[in-house]
């Protein structure tokens, strides 16, 4: 018996050891393994039960599109002409051509030469993009609410909403030159 006991032991030890569970530990913690998973899958059920809003339901989808990267603050970008040199700061003006719609393809600005805009001056979400664009590099941008003009419209001077509250805006960016501000 002491025999049996032992090569019991080893066996358990050895399985242990090489990451092998035996069969009747196994069979020991099915149960416990079952309640923890449910437990683990229950707050998850939860959270997926919450609908997503428009906005972060299409940046969910959309970030998930071939060549798409996003920011740790959430803006979303994909290369469409790489380039590789310095990029501009807060201190800087870039000199960018640039279109701006509604993530419906609604267009809502557009230079039609290229356009100087101190870095810092712009919305959040634009100036992140800037910064990470080197002379030369188009990108395709897509800016959360949150980093553009939040929840209030945006209206034209005649008082006609161009940017509904909490859109996405979608630019093409391409960033022709930037100096210092000074």
């Not at 990451?19 to 069979?27: D, E, M, R, S, Y």
């Not at 919305?123 to 800016?143: D, Y």
């Not at 034209?156 to 093409?172: A, C, H, M």
Request: overall charge positive; aromatic content about 6%; hydrophobic content about 45%.
């Amino acid at each position: 018996m002491g025999l049996r006991f032992a090569a019991a032991c080893l066996i358990g030890a050895v399985s242990v050891t090489v990451g092998v569970v035996p069969v009747l530990a196994q069979k020991k913690a099915a149960p416990a393994a079952k309640r923890t998973s449910a437990a683990k899958r229950a707050p998850a059920a939860k959270a997926a039960a919450v609908p997503l809003s428009p906005e972060d339901a299409f940046l969910a989808k959309n970030r998930k599109l071939r060549g798409v990267i996003q920011t740790a603050s959430g803006v979303q970008y994909r290369v469409i002409k790489p380039a590789t040199g310095p990029h501009p700061t807060d201190a800087d003006v870039a000199l960018v051509n640039y279109e701006g719609k509604l993530v419906n393809g609604t267009s809502f600005d557009k230079s039609t030469q290229p356009t100087p805009m101190p870095v810092s001056a712009v919305v959040p979400g634009f100036s992140e993009a800037l910064k990470l664009m080197a002379k030369g590099e188009t990108l395709r941008v897509w800016i959360p609410s949150r980093l553009a003009y939040g929840a209030e419209d945006q209206r034209d001077d005649q008082g006609k909403v161009v940017i509904p509250g909490k859109s996405t805006l979608v630019f093409d960016i391409e960033l022709v030159d930037f100096q210092p501000q000074s």
